[in-house]
Every structure is written in C-alpha cells, then in structure tokens.
C-alpha cells in the first residue's frame, strides 16, 4: 500500500505546474454593469478573470437573456478570448434592441469553445465562476 501511494505521489509532483493550477485556480465571469446603447439596446460589461493558469486562445458562451417576467427574450453568443493567465479582461458586448432595465438574469447554457493555448477544448464549466454586479443575475 505503502509502495502504491509513493508511486502516485511521485507520478503527482512529476506533473507540469501549469497542470496541477490549472485544476484548482477559477475562471471568473462577472456581468459588470449595463449601459444604454446609443441608437437603443443594451451594452453588457464583462469582467473575465483568468486564475487557471493557462491562457485561453478560444472562449465562446452561449447565454439566453432573461426578460423582466423570467421569459427568455433572445439568445446571445460571445467570443471573449483571448483571455491571458492571470489577468483580468474587460469585454463589452451588444445586446441589441433590449432595454437593460427589461433584463432579469443571464443563464449561461452552453460553452461551445473553451481552448486553452497550445491545448484541446477544455470543460470550462468545471472551474468557471459567474457573478454579477447589476441587477440581473449571471447564473449557469
């Protein structure tokens, strides 16, 4: 028993350090604030910050806005790569002809790219972490 728990301690720290953060550090999206559009619509604020240890050169979510009665009002895919190690993004997005204040909650329903660099497609949603500043919820 001894010999196999070296083994796999060994085997462990022998592991890239980029591989073991990655599998504890977060992905954080945070819906930020909203802001009318010029000529209407809505401008949704993101704040990514990337505490996996890897850089991410795809980042694609698909999210369904909400309206004020809990209907979804649209579908809304984002690209917001790339997204650097250790490094906090801004990203603004266009959510056309919705009013903000008609924006009840955001649901995050499919992550169709999540690539971290020089890597195959990760599941983001084992790590990601949303919050949300505004008076809409971001949830999953």
């Known amino acids: ?3 196999i728990l070296s083994i796999t301690c060994a085997a462990l720290m022998s592991l890239p350090a980029s591989q073991t953060v990655a599998q504890s ?3 954080g999206v945070e819906l930020n604030k909203f802001e009318t559009a010029d000529g209407g619509g809505c ?3 993101f704040l990514f910050r990337n505490q996996t ?7 694609e979510m ?3 806005v909400l309206d004020a ?10 690209d917001a790569a790339p997204l650097p190690v ?4 801004l990203k603004l997005f266009a959510i056309p002809e919705t009013d903000c204040a008609n924006i009840s909650e955001i649901v995050l329903h499919d992550m169709p790219v ?5 890597e195959p497609d990760a599941d983001c949603f084992a790590f990601i972490e949303l919050g949300s500043k505004t008076n809409a919820a971001l949830v999953k």
Request: hydrophobic share 30%; proline share 3%.
């Open 1 to 3: 028993m001894n010999r």
């Open 25 to 27: 550090g977060t992905l």
């Open 43 to 45: 401008q949704a604020y």
């Open 53 to 59: 240890g890897k850089s991410f050169e795809g980042f």
């Open 62 to 64: 698909s999210l369904a």
């Open 69 to 78: 009665n809990g209907v979804i009002d649209r579908l809304l895919s984002i």
């Open 86 to 89: 250790q490094r906090t993004t």
């Open 114 to 118: 999540c690539k971290p660099q020089n």
